[in-house]
T-cell receptor
Framework: AQSVTQPDIHITVSEGASLELRCNYS??????LFWYVQSPGQGLQLLLK??????LVQGIKGFEAEFKRSQSSFNLRKPSVHWSDAAEYFC???????????FGTGTSLTVIP | DVKVTQSSRYLVKRTGEKVFLECVQD?????MFWYRQDPGLGLRLIYF???????EKGDIPEGYSVSREKKERFSLILESASTNQTSMYLC????????????FGEGSWLTVV
């Protein structure tokens, strides 16, 4: 069965520190992979996506993610976190047909001064 | 930019009331979705629609129905609201031209008292 796992429910980092949010997926075919960010009371905003090609993808707000097929992972990274990055982050897998998406349960990020 | 608009951001309804949540997208997308988001449970799919008048049940359709009379509009209906339907509801649509990227509305906070 298809699934997405975000093992870290909550992460706290200091402003300026590096960040890595983990995402593992289970999917039978080549996945379409996404990271979304959600600020309090808002909808989900697309950070970046991977369909094919270069396994390191760049997104908005200085985020990047790397697809590792052998590890079934799509971890999100940022070299230097800003206080405005505090939010909930969701990893998702989409199907080729575009009619099914599987979301992780999210990782809540707190940024301390 | 893709625009998914949920007309009601905050609603308070009484138990037993019929509730309509409206969603409109302006990009001629075929696939539209309704999710429910609850703390610790992530996003759960209620219904999706892949064409006008077509609908498919998601993971938690009980207590909900949907309507898609026009391509741009996808409505979620709570026939008789209950307190356990207090939640954040997210509408989304898919842009197939960019690899089935799912775009979300701002969300509708529903409280049933």
């Amino acid at each position: 069965a298809q699934s997405v796992t975000q093992p870290d429910i909550h992460i706290t980092v200091s402003e300026g520190a590096s960040l890595e949010l983990r995402c593992n997926y289970s999917y039978g075919a080549t996945p379409y992979l996404f990271w979304y960010v959600q600020s309090p009371g808002q909808g989900l905003q697309l950070l970046l996506k991977y369909f094919s090609g270069d396994t390191l993808v760049q997104g908005i707000k200085g985020f990047e993610a790397e697809f590792k097929r052998s590890q079934s992972s799509f971890n999100l990274r940022k070299p230097s976190v800003h206080w405005s990055d505090a939010a909930e982050y969701f990893c998702a897998v989409g199907t080729y047909t575009g009619n099914q998406f599987y979301f992780g349960t999210g990782t809540s990020l707190t940024v301390i001064p | 930019d893709v625009k998914v608009t949920q007309s009601s951001r905050y609603l308070v309804k009484r138990t037993g009331e019929k509730v309509f949540l409206e969603c409109v997208q302006d990009m001629d997308h075929e696939n539209m979705f309704w999710y429910r988001q609850d703390p610790g449970l992530g996003l759960r799919l209620i219904y999706f629609s892949y064409d006008v008048k077509m609908k498919e049940k998601g993971d938690i359709p009980e207590g909900y129905s949907v309507s898609r009379e026009k391509k741009e509009r996808f409505s979620l209906i709570l026939e008789s609201a209950s307190t356990n339907q207090t939640s954040m509801y997210l509408c989304a649509s898919i842009e197939s031209s960019s690899g089935n990227t799912i775009y979300f509305g701002e969300g509708s906070w529903l409280t049933v008292v």
